[in-house]
């Protein structure tokens, strides 16, 4: 098994950063896919950000520009560097790891976007 602990959430203003970081109890190298995802009440699970093993990078439309996803390895710890913060990036932020066939989550940690 795996665990997967995150931090960095809290309450911004708009235009405010964040970043938010999840960190594994093990080397996360030979994972296929690590990403980040976000569930708004009410809404679907949706990803926000993925990194794959060999360094490329997806982003949902709604944060290209904004966001950045990021690992290090040797600190077994994927980032979120979330920039120019909008009321609808409010959400529960949840780190997943990935490697066939199975999935690995972290706890969640709220994310809240309000003036």
């Known amino acids: 098994q795996v665990q997967l602990v995150e931090s960095g959430g809290g309450l911004v203003q708009p235009g405010g950063s964040l970043k938010l970081s999840c960190a594994a109890s093990r080397s996360i190298f030979s994972f296929d896919t690590m990403g980040w995802y976000r569930q708004a009440p009410g809404k679907q699970r949706a990803l926000v950000a993925a990194?794959?093993?060999?360094?490329?990078?997806n982003y949902a439309d709604s944060v290209k520009g904004r966001f950045t996803i990021s690992r290090d390895n040797a600190k077994n710890t994927v980032y979120l560097q979330m920039n120019s913060l909008k009321p609808e990036d409010t959400a529960v932020y949840y780190c997943n790891f990935h490697i066939w066939p199975s999935d690995y989550w972290g706890q969640g940690t709220q994310v809240t976007v309000s003036s």
């Open positions: 990194i794959s093993s060999g360094g490329r990078t």
